[in-house]
């Protein structure tokens, strides 16, 4: 059963066709690893694969969005389908508006989630700012709507999945019972 959502954000994620995803600590738990020879490991959590995947087969396109450079979160997001991955991206929410642009919608069909201070300023400028539990305070407090999980451990899913209750795809999806 998904969480209980208000009425107002229910009517707010059904306007959403974009949503964009963070990566350290929106996607993964923040915890940066590294071995002996400077290699980068992330870890992703299925789940919130799964709930990206679910979005892009029911119409709502998905971004990654982060300031870092990695192979592996592109390998991720190419993997999953998602339309729109770009890394080494300091300027979120330039490149938010101009995805925005190129799919023909207004911010207010946008959504973000992102978990700290690079990411207040998409935050704001979306139509639905999402945060995971773990966010930093200062995201905490202007988030629209906060995850019941954490970054990495199924907080995005938990965003997928209030985006498709949204849009009135959650309970075919669930009477399925396996992937569509």
Known sequence: M?????PDLLARAARIRLIGFDVDGTLT???LQFDDHGHEFKSFHAQDGMGMVLLRESGID???V???ISPLVELRGQSLGVQH?????????ARMQAIAAEMGIAMDEVAFM???LPDLAT?????LSIAPADAHPWVLAEADWITPRKGGRGGARDACDLLLAAHGKLDAILALGEHP
């Open 66 to 68: 982060t300031a870092r």
């Open 2 to 6: 998904h969480p209980p959502y208000t």
């Open 114 to 116: 992102g978990d700290d």
């Open 123 to 127: 935050l704001r400028a979306v139509g």
């Open 62 to 64: 998905t971004a990654i």
């Open 29 to 31: 738990d923040g915890r």
């Open 85 to 93: 991955i770009h890394t080494h991206e300091r300027r979120k929410l």
